[in-house]
């Protein structure tokens, strides 16, 4: 199967096309979002100069599945799974804010903790934690949602003060981000599994709030395996992880860390195989079903033509 890198399609009453590190979303109308998500792969905020077969199709139905299993805690945005790659569903307005939630002190939470920082976006950070120790509860620490370069941490307070989102919608934001954190840890663990630490985000549509975008995939959460977890942690060592962090480590191990003057490593046949194969495995596990590859046709931009137009023309 060819990955799809970019698209181009022409959907009946298309208005506009976002282009972002890996979904393109299609504005139909000002009603409906079809959105694409593509085989392209990003890294240290740098799009890999090649497609992963699949991995479209590996995020879009992990995060139609918790869609599904996550609508009787908030309203969600999706419609339809037209296509494997494809989500169709409501067009809202982004809050300017992200939802991170965290149960774990993982990732760059923990590279701040350890270098002597005891808040995190105003939540105070108990004393003595070590490298992916659990918290007593899952904090929440947004970030502003940036349009152009990097998100930023910023404080509850910060949010409500400066007008990003009222407090009322910033409580009922925490509210529901909590209560999907808690949903996806159940689910998790019934796959042997833990969620450490991902991100939410929300819109709004005719004043009520939506669930919006992807949902605990690998490439907005992180996982652990649940077995071995307290032994490893006992003996101070690295956690098995279940997220794209393989492919940052990969890169890093090749000299790549996104920094000027650095170049992506060649992107092998092999490599761009492993990780297919990788990700694959990766829906396996969280969904605990066995990965359907879509019919391997010669044109899959025109597989995906068809059935996104076929949908929307019964939204008419």
């Not at 809050?95 to 002597?116: C, H, N, P, Q």
């Not at 307290?230 to 090749?254: A, H, I, P, T, Y």
């Not at 391997?296 to 033509?305: L, S």
């Amino acid at each position: 199967m060819n990955a799809i890198v970019k698209t181009d399609f022409h959907f009946p009453k298309q208005k506009s096309l976002y282009v972002g590190k890996v979904r393109d979303v299609y504005n139909i109308d000002d009603q409906y979002m079809a959105m694409v998500v593509s085989d392209r792969i990003s890294a240290f905020d740098v799009v890999l100069p090649k497609g992963i077969p699949y991995k479209g199709q590996v995020l879009n139905q992990i995060a139609s599945k918790f869609l599904d299993l996550t609508a009787d805690i908030v309203p969600n945005w999706k419609l339809a799974t037209p296509d494997p790659m494809v989500t169709v569903g409501l067009k809202c307005e982004g809050f300017k804010v992200e939802m991170i939630v965290r149960g774990y002190l993982a990732g760059s939470a923990w590279r701040e903790y350890k270098a002597g920082a005891r808040t995190l976006c105003g939540v105070a950070l108990p004393e003595g934690m070590i490298e992916n120790q659990k918290f007593p509860t899952p904090i929440v620490t947004p970030t502003t949602k940036a349009d152009e370069g990097h998100d930023e941490n910023i404080s509850r307070e910060e949010i409500i003060r400066t007008g990003l989102v009222s407090e009322a919608d910033y409580n009922m934001l925490e509210q529901y981000a909590l209560k999907l954190f808690q949903r996806g840890t159940e689910v998790a663990a019934k796959k042997g599994l833990i969620l450490v630490d991902t991100k939410y985000e929300f819109g709004k549509r005719d004043g009520k709030i939506y669930l919006i975008d992807e949902i605990h995939t690998p490439d907005s959460s992180r996982y652990f395996y649940a077995e071995g977890y307290e032994e490893r942690q006992s003996k101070g060592e690295r956690q098995r992880q279940l997220s794209k962090e393989f492919v940052r480590e990969w890169l890093m191990d090749n000299g790549f860390q996104g920094k000027e003057g650095q170049k992506v490593p060649e992107m092998t046949t092999e490599i761009v195989n492993s990780i297919s194969d990788r990700y694959i495995e990766l829906y396996e596990h969280i969904t605990g079903e066995k990965f359907q590859k879509a019919d391997d046709c010669d044109d899959v931009a025109a597989r995906i033509e068809k059935n996104v137009t076929a949908y929307l023309e019964t939204l008419q």
